[in-house]
């Protein structure tokens, strides 16, 4: 874990300039919107594949220097925190290696292609004490802060039932004609729909609604091949899900649902929660991502039903340090500067990101959980997490 005290000051090494960029924006965020922060991050370094491509982005947020290797980024000496954006492929061992050198990590989600390579990632961060964040982000929106304050105060009552949803189809993969990219090799990314997205609504399922004993899943793959590129007549074989739907039994009784589906027109960030209990409810969805459904009957029956609040007051999770609460809103950007905040404050408090964050821990449970979905849909047996 963190050591307290150690400094105030953080140089960042980036892997991956597309994430990277949001995280770019986040890192550079900190001292800005929480002014004096409390730990100052230090853009050191970017690595990426391509040299223009890296060069173009470093400059644009002032990194001092750009790698093509990751493995120079990592044994770069004032790189102390290594965020690692590039994609699954390259989580294990980038971030294994930064470990090995002491580093503090950072990891985008799914923090990996397994629970195998999770569980040595896990091992390796805690054999070097060093601190580890998986980029679930969704849980630093502040109506979902907002959700969970109200979960954690029992407001719900007894849970009964928890729904979570994500589709997104921006990519436009519903079309057999786009082209494949990593996301369609499970080489290279483990999962398709469910560790692109299903990912999320499994962390947020574990944050609001507890630990998931047992997984019954359906997978479904409709486009088996794509093109090269674009326009090209040269195949690559898809073998990961564009949809995978598993019912859930959480270890506190609770039932739940979570599907991923990345083949759904018209839905472009549908990230989407329903908690139901004995004393209330809540919904969520990210396309309205400053608002929280919330049904807890009050003793005048006359306003029984749910209420839209609008999260932007100065009493909700995070929003002391925004001015938003006039027009506009809290943004999707405002969650990478929350969390990577939050990474910062515990590291100079030598503390977990847990609960509020998501730990190696939380990111090796949930590729448990994604490896359990994966192997359910394969033999359409329900299988049991208890022992895991
Ligand atoms: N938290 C979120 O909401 C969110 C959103 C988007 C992506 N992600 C996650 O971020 C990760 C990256 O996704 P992306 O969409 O940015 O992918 P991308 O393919 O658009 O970009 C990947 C980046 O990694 C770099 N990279 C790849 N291989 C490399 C190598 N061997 N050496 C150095 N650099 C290398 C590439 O140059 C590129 O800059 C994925 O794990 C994805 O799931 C998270």
């Not at 594949?49 to 220097?65: L, S």
């Not at 849970?159 to 499970?186: C, F, I, M, Q, V």
Request: aromatic share 10%.
């Amino acid at each position: 874990m963190a050591r307290p005290g150690r400094k105030k000051e953080f140089g960042v090494g980036i892997i991956g300039y597309s994430i990277g960029r949001v995280h770019a924006h986040g890192w550079q965020g900190v001292d800005e919107v929480y002014h004096p922060a409390r730990a100052k991050p230090r853009l050191v370094a970017m690595a990426g594949r391509t040299r223009e491509r890296v060069e173009t982005e470093a400059r644009r947020f002032g990194f001092k220097k750009t790698y093509t290797d990751w493995r120079k980024l990592v044994a770069d000496d004032e790189v102390d925190i290594v965020d690692n954006c590039a994609p699954p492929y390259l989580h294990a061992e980038a971030t294994i290696a930064a470990a090995e050198k002491g580093k503090d990590l950072v990891c985008e989600k799914p923090m990996a292609r397994n629970a195998k390579e999770g569980k040595a990632m896990l091992e390796a961060a805690e054999r070097a004490g060093v601190a580890h964040m998986v980029g679930y982000n969704f849980r630093f929106v502040s109506a979902v802060a907002l959700a969970k304050q109200i979960v954690d105060e029992g407001l719900l009552g007894r849970l009964y039932y928890y729904k979570g949803s994500y589709l997104n189809a921006a990519a436009r993969y519903e079309d057999p004609e786009t082209p494949a990219d990593w996301h369609h090799s499970s080489e290279m990314a483990g999962y398709g729909a469910l560790a692109d997205l299903g990912t999320h609504a499994i962390d947020l399922a574990r944050f609001l609604a507890g630990e998931v004993k047992s997984v019954q899943s359906v997978s479904r793959t409709f486009i088996s091949s794509r093109p090269e590129k674009k326009g090209s007549n040269k195949k690559v074989k898809v073998d990961v899900d564009d949809v995978t739907v598993s019912a859930l039994s959480f270890e506190n009784g609770a039932a739940g649902l979570i599907e991923a589906a990345w083949v759904t027109p018209g839905r472009t960030d549908s990230l989407t929660f329903e908690a139901y209990g004995s004393r209330g409810s809540l919904r969520f969805n990210l396309e309205r991502m400053n608002e929280l459904e919330v049904y807890l009957p009050g003793e005048d029956s006359r306003f029984n039903g749910p209420r839209n609040v609008l999260v932007l007051g100065r009493e909700h999770p995070f929003m002391t340090r925004y001015w938003v609460n006039q027009a506009g809103g809290f943004s999707w950007e405002n969650s990478f500067v929350n969390e990577l905040n939050h990474y910062l404050e515990c590291l100079v408090e030598g503390k977990s990101v847990s609960p509020q964050g998501a730990t190696f821990l939380d990111g090796y449970r949930n590729c448990l959980i994604m490896d359990s979905m994966v192997d359910s849909a394969r033999t359409g047996r329900r299988v049991d997490l208890s022992a895991g």
